[in-house]
Nanobody, 116 residues
Framework: QVQLVESGGGLAQPGGSLKLSCAAS????????MSWVRQAPGKGIEWVSG????????LYTDSVKGRFTISRDNAKNTLSLQMNSLKLEDTALYYC?????????RGKGTLVTVSS
């Protein structure tokens, strides 16, 4: 079955960096557009970024443009999200999802907390 396992979350200071990773299995990863979504405490799911199957195109929500970089390694079935210049409002549970704009097919998430 489809499995998506996120890792890399943790505590960071404002202005700091974290890199999230997602290990995918149970489907043909190289044929699937992928994305990251997040859910801040007490809020709904927010789409963060998406990437085409071959990584040729990446998309970002306005609030993370220029700070986050999504990437994928189809040989290793992994999806990544490099997060720089973190802000307090980036605090959320981050999910790796199948699909360019997110979907219900996602992992259990990894928690990112930005705090001074």
């Amino acid at each position: 079955q489809v499995q998506l396992v996120e890792s890399g979350g943790g505590l960071a200071q404002p202005g700091g960096s974290l890199k999230l990773s997602c290990a995918a299995s149970g489907f043909t990863f190289s044929s699937a557009a992928m994305s990251w979504v997040r859910q801040a405490p007490g809020k709904g799911i927010e789409w963060v970024s998406g990437i085409y199957t071959d990584g040729s195109r990446t998309l970002y929500t306005d609030s993370v443009k220029g700070r986050f970089t999504i990437s994928r390694d189809n040989a290793k079935n992994t999806l990544s999200l490099q997060m720089n210049s973190l802000k307090l409002e980036d605090t959320a549970l981050y999910y790796c999802t199948r699909g360019l704009y997110g979907s219900s097919i996602r992992g259990k998430g990894t928690l990112v907390t930005v705090s001074s």
